[in-house]
């Protein structure tokens, strides 16, 4: 490791980031010192900005992408060399408009029943059940199901907030039948070692094989089941504020962002513009 590099993991430690965002933004660095085949800290501020402009215009990066590279290495220059860069402050990544991919219950039951692996089949119900993010699915353990409150607790979330979440009565009972058969210790879904929580790449691949599988035709992934999960509570009436809280939303407007895609409102529109566009 060279000097450069354990000097920015320190300076993120000390800013309290997490493994998997001080993972993306070394990535984000050393992307930085392949393009130009040069140690970072030696680049001029023009070399940095053809960096961005390939980044954007030559790969076309996807605006998450180009924001952790920003994000990174803006980090690295400022924090890390205490060097500003006035050219970091153009850089903006184009918006998108992306609306998620939306799996009907009939298709996640249909999915559920496709994945042979018992524990990964359990975490994925689980993580479709209480609107999970993936890694908050395997990282469960025992003692955070509360059978009695119907209620998980979902510990070191996203932003590293603690929330609980409802825990339907169906899946109690498969989850009792789970524990009487694997009787799981600590996490909730272990590794085949038994000393950490089941792989989240494991989850997606097996996921991924099934959606394959089923011929759906749409193209989801391990967190469609969170999208679909917020899609099908405000469907039947649950308020946009209570959906925020159980997801563990910071903002309101990516909550807000499921409203367009319930089938109560998109049959709704269709009956009015049926209705507006009759006499043409």
């Not at 490791?1 to 660095?29: N, S």
């Not at 989801?220 to 899609?231: D, P």
């Amino acid at each position: 490791m060279t000097e450069l590099r354990r000097r920015m993991i320190e300076d993120m430690e000390l800013r309290g980031f997490t493994p998997k965002t001080q993972e993306a933004y070394i990535g984000a660095v050393k992307g930085l010192a392949l393009f130009h085949r040069q140690s970072p800290d030696q680049l001029s501020d023009e070399q940095i900005r053809e960096y961005f402009l390939d980044l954007i215009n030559v790969r076309r990066a996807a605006k998450s992408t180009v924001t952790i590279h920003l994000c990174g290495i803006k980090f690295f220059f400022e924090k890390t060399l205490g060097r500003s860069l006035p050219v970091l402050d153009l850089v903006k990544p184009r918006k998108r408009v992306k609306r998620p991919v939306i799996l009907t219950i009939a298709e996640i039951k249909n999915l559920l029943t496709l994945v042979r692996h018992p524990v990964c089949r359990m975490a994925l119900t689980v993580i479709y059940s209480c609107g999970l993010r993936v890694s908050e699915g395997v990282s469960l353990k025992v003692a955070d199901i509360d059978g009695q409150r119907m209620l998980a607790r979902i510990q070191n979330g996203k932003g590293g907030k603690d929330r609980y979440v409802p825990l339907p009565e169906r899946t109690r009972e498969l989850l009792r039948g789970y524990y009487a058969t694997y009787r799981p210790k600590i996490w909730l879904f272990p590794a085949k070692s038994g000393d950490g929580p089941y792989c989240v790449t494991n989850v997606q691949k097996a996921f991924r094989s099934v959606v394959r599988q089923s011929g759906i035709g749409k193209p989801a992934s391990v967190h469609t089941l969170r999208h679909s999960y917020a899609t099908h509570l405000i469907e039947s009436g649950v308020h946009l504020r209570t959906v925020q809280e159980i997801l563990g939303h910071k903002s309101s407007q990516t909550t807000a962002a499921y409203t367009h895609l319930t089938r109560k409102m998109m049959d709704s529109l269709a009956t009015t513009v049926n209705t507006l566009m009759s006499e043409l």
